[in-house]
């Protein structure tokens, strides 16, 4: 792979919605997008871990990140998407309201995080993206879930 290739894949974010908000997570640690059938919910887990799922054999874990973030979204949204990711060498599914596409950010088009935004703890935040006068917010997913938290999520 070419330097020039590789460097674009760095900057290249999948965008998703929260409610009326638009979040994108780095593509190089995204493994696939799926649609949510046959979660299994777990007893006694935490409110954001929506459950488990079988994809394609393989057993992963799925939250919610809008619980997870304490982000509010409208009651009619389906979550019928999940963005199946890798943290601490464990697949991760992390339901969202839709998944949209991916668009790339060279660094001169992200600004820091600011101190917070809609409640999200900058902690969380790479950055804020520009597109087309849109603001999208950049997230840490390995911070959201640090690979302790995925180790606790019981499978039964």
């Known amino acids: 792979m070419s330097k020039a290739t590789n ?4 900057d290249q974010y999948i965008i998703f919605n929260l409610g009326d908000e638009e979040y994108a997570v780095p593509i190089s640690i995204v493994e696939e997008i799926v649609k949510i059938q046959n979660l299994i ?7 954001y871990f ?6 394609r054999g393989k057993v ?3 939250i919610d990140l809008a619980k997870r973030l304490n ?5 009619d949204s389906s979550h019928d998407r999940a963005i199946v990711i890798k943290v601490g060498g464990k697949s991760v599914g992390i339901i969202v309201d839709k998944v949209s596409h991916v668009v790339t950010f060279p660094q001169n088009q992200i600004d820091p995080p600011p101190p ?3 409640g999200i703890s900058s902690r969380y935040i790479i950055g804020v ?4 006068n849109r603001f999208i917010i950049l997230i840490d997913i390995e911070k959201i879930l640090t690979a302790e938290e995925v180790s606790e999520m019981s499978l039964g």
Not at 41 to 47: C, D, E, L, Q, T
Not at 129 to 132: E, M, P, R, S, T
Request: no cysteine.
């Open 7 to 10: 460097k674009q894949i760095i």
């Open 41 to 47: 919910k777990v007893p006694k887990s935490k409110n």
């Open 50 to 55: 929506a459950g488990i799922m079988d994809i």
């Open 60 to 62: 992963v874990r799925m």
């Open 71 to 75: 982000i509010k979204t409208s009651v």
């Open 116 to 118: 917070s935004v809609k």
């Open 129 to 132: 993206g520009k597109k087309d």
